[in-house]
């Protein structure tokens, strides 16, 4: 089938102004005569899309939008060049202003959650951002309306986020995480200086270059402290992301304090040089339950590497009670100074794990426990659990979900928190007793039944 004509596709691209007509026409050469003959135009235009995106005029991200339809590339003064994620407020892009060339980060509010109290809250995220100017905290340098679509516009940090790090390359010395938690630490300081508390400090909220700069970002769910928190419209509701909720935020919701962030940062912590977060398995109620009552598998038992001075820092951070935490940001700097290195390149020597020992497929990690006898343990306070007589809460379930911080609903959270949690093993015990028991019985009753009634009449 011949294709005459411009296709929808290339009238897009023309229109977007992405590319002109000398680069259609130069990608319809590359693909040669024969494209012309193909079996429709759907086809044809997803060839010429490809060779555009080979012959570097199209990255991919736009030319799936231009196959979808899709002309509009710009907010404000602000040209689209590619998507870079997800937030729990919003996508988030990479643009490049029209007139000074400067490559930005653009968050947009997507329309099918415009709704006037989305739009508050992401206003309210706006100012919160603009308050704050640090050099580990992701700056605000812009931000207006296209339309109806509300943006923010900040800078962009050139690396990813800790959890695809952690996710890629596995788990974190104990130097390197040392200097990405000091860095993340002293951006919450000036934060909480300003009276904010960010309420959802998590790896996938902490950008880190290849050079070791670390930047918290995402502040779609900071709130105000002490007294000023009764005007937050989240005022006593739990926010954030379950994984990295501290005891004091989930039994006291109404009294927001710095001190749910540091313990949110242990946790983070612990997250980067084990792989794992701290209670992995079970529902939102059983992880509730876990930040409130239990303690967490001691770390060098997923990295050997960690020496016991460090492990007491963690676990100073991730101390149950607010008197016993680590007492603010600044502190936490203070602790971790003898293994911060600021910054620390994110090169081999970062990595718990060589190249060669990494998978090559791209699948997820599960970390899993070292054996007691393989280890030779130094005590540590007892904010983590002792050598012996610990149970971790399935401790082969892979770490943390693709989550962003969110409300978390009344009927999720447990009762009184006094209960103790559900057995790991008792959802495997019902297959069991239905093939072992239930079963077997249900058998031996259709076979009296059918001798009773039918061979007796025969």
């Known amino acids: 089938m011949a294709i005459h004509g411009e296709t929808s596709f290339e009238m897009c691209a023309l229109a977007s102004r992405l590319v002109t007509q000398a680069h259609l026409d130069e990608a319809k050469a590359a693909l040669g005569t024969g494209a012309d003959f193909v079996a429709g135009a759907a086809v044809y235009e997803e060839r010429l899309a490809q060779k555009l995106v080979e012959l570097g005029r199209l990255n991919a991200w736009q030319a799936k939008q231009l196959l979808e339809g899709r002309t509009k590339f710009n907010l404000g003064p602000y040209r689209i060049i590619d998507s870079i994620g997800r937030g729990g407020m919003g996508q988030v892009f990479k643009g490049e202003h029209t007139v000074l060339h400067r490559v930005v980060a653009v968050k947009v509010l997507p329309r099918h959650k415009s709704s006037p109290e989305a739009v508050q809250n992401f206003l309210r995220e706006i100012r919160a951002q603009a308050m704050l100017d640090h050099p580990n905290l992701v700056r605000a340098l812009d931000a207006g309306m296209d339309g109806n679509v509300v943006y923010l516009v900040t800078e962009y940090v050139p690396g990813n986020d800790l959890r695809k790090l952690i996710r890629q390359f596995g788990p974190l010395r104990?130097?390197?995480?040392?200097?990405?938690?000091?860095?993340?630490?002293?951006?919450?300081?000036?934060?909480?200086?300003?009276?904010?508390?960010?309420?959802?400090?998590?790896?996938?909220?902490?950008?880190?270059?290849?050079?070791g700069l670390a930047k918290l970002s995402d502040l779609g769910l900071a709130g105000p402290a002490g007294r000023d928190a009764v005007h937050d419209p989240r005022y006593g509701r739990i926010v954030g992301t379950v994984d990295y909720l501290s005891p004091d935020h989930i039994r006291d919701p109404h009294n927001p304090t710095p001190a749910w962030d540091i313990y949110s940062l242990g946790c983070t912590l612990y997250y980067i040089v084990t792989g794992k977060v701290p209670f992995p398995g079970g529902s939102t109620a059983d992880k509730v339950r876990a930040h409130c009552e239990l303690k967490p598998l001691d770390p060098r038992r997923l990295n050997p590497e960690l020496d016991a001075a460090f492990v007491d820092v963690m676990a100073d951070m991730m101390a149950k009670h607010p008197s016993d935490r680590i007492g603010s940001a600044s502190e936490v700097i203070a602790r971790l100074t003898p293994w911060a290195d600021i910054p620390y390149p994110l090169d081999e020597s970062a990595w718990l794990r060589s190249a060669a020992e990494r998978p090559r497929r791209r699948r997820l990690r599960v970390a899993v426990p070292l054996s007691w006898d393989k280890l030779h343990l130094a005590e540590t306070k007892p904010n983590l659990p002792a050598i012996s007589g610990v149970v971790p809460l399935e401790t082969e379930t892979n770490a943390e979900p693709h989550t962003t911080g969110t409300l978390i609903e009344p009927s999720a959270l447990p009762i009184g928190l006094s209960r103790t949690l559900r057995p790991t093993g008792a959802k495997g015990v019902v297959g069991p007793m239905i093939f072992f028991v239930l079963l077997p019985a249900l058998l031996m009753a259709f076979v009296f039944v059918f001798w009773k009634f039918f061979l007796h009449q025969l």
């Not at 630490?185 to 000036?190: D, I, M, R, S, Y």
């Open 174 to 211: 104990m130097h390197a995480a040392a200097s990405i938690i000091s860095q993340a630490a002293a951006g919450l300081h000036h934060a909480h200086q300003k009276g904010l508390v960010h309420r959802d400090v998590k790896p996938g909220n902490i950008l880190v270059t290849g050079q």
